[in-house]
């Protein structure tokens, strides 16, 4: 692969890196949304001046909001009837006068609490009171305001709504600064240029002295190497049996022929007497 191909393939990665990590980002954090917005949606509403029959199918700790502004999406199960929007002004607020009971009939301990608010898809809420179920089961709650005053409030009871929300936008985050740097460097790095090829060394001059050349042997001009001399006279040098390496001609070398010592017998002595001829 070229270098210019994994530049392609690296930008066209950090670039996907970088879009998902958005979308996953948008994601969650639109998921949280809807669990809030879904979590209000769903809370139990008792209105001010009746009864209200709230039915609770599993035990746990529950809280009641002072919803200053709503609307009622399912009948009310008590002894009055409310429907529609309602909206009161913050600033107004009568005294609230609130009392739970249990499906065995005891009362139900209100514990005052504060500190947690919604304002999601036009409910605005504020929470006063905290309590715990011990018996499912249907729970009558009463709620009256103080004075004649005719403003009518609603009690929103149920979980807390921003559960789990805090996390899933904490997750969003994360993965939007997960995308940007991981993408982009990826991208920024696939625009950056290459670099030089490394410089391949010359091969250096030759330091080993080329062999002098050998002339090639002429088999028709070989002869065989003389070997040693023999001590009898007339036997030809033996043969041997591996020819000498060498590229030119040898030549033989006889060996010397032994001379002939005359005898005792025909040897002169230097005692005796001159020839004949020499009187």
């Known amino acids: 692969m070229t270098t210019s191909s994994k530049q392609s393939v690296m930008f066209g990665t950090g670039l996907a890196v970088l879009i998902v990590g958005l979308l996953a980002a948008v994601g969650l ?4 949304d809807q ?16 009864e209200t029959t709230l039915d609770f199918a599993a035990v746990g700790d529950f809280t009641m909001y002072a919803e200053t502004a709503g609307r009622f999406d399912e009948p009310i199960a008590g002894d009055c009837a409310a429907d529609g929007a309602y909206d009161v002004p913050v600033d107004s607020l009568p005294a609230i006068s609130l009392k739970m009971t249990s499906p065995t009939g005891n009362e139900i301990v209100l514990n005052d609490t504060s ?13 006063i009171r905290a309590f715990s179920v011990e018996t499912p089961g249907d729970h009558i709650l009463r709620v009256d305001v103080s004075g004649d005053s005719d403003v009518r409030l609603v009690m929103a009871v149920g979980k807390e709504p921003s559960d789990g929300v ?19 460097t990826m991208t920024i790095a696939s625009r950056r240029p290459p670099k030089p090829a490394a410089a391949v060394p010359s091969q250096p001059w030759a330091t080993v002295m080329p062999a002098m050349p050998i002339a090639p042997m002429d088999p028709e001009s070989w002869e065989p190497a003389v070997g040693p001399p023999s001590h009898a006279p007339g ?5 041997p049996s591996t020819p000498e390496p060498f590229g030119w001609t040898l030549q033989p070398v006889l060996p ?24």
């Open 235 to 239: 036997v030809p040098p033996a043969v």
């Open 256 to 279: 010397p022929i032994p001379t002939t010592e005359p005898s005792d017998d025909a040897r002169p002595s230097p005692w005796a007497p001159p020839n004949g001829t020499a009187q």
């Open 29 to 32: 954090w639109y998921a949280a």
């Open 166 to 184: 805090g996390m899933m936008r904490l997750g969003a985050v994360l993965a939007a600064v997960a995308g940007l740097v991981l993408g982009g």
């Open 115 to 127: 500190g947690s608010t919604y304002d999601v898809d036009g409910f605005l809420g504020e929470s």
């Open 35 to 50: 669990r809030q917005s879904n979590a209000v949606s769903n809370l139990a509403r008792a209105p001010s001046g009746c």
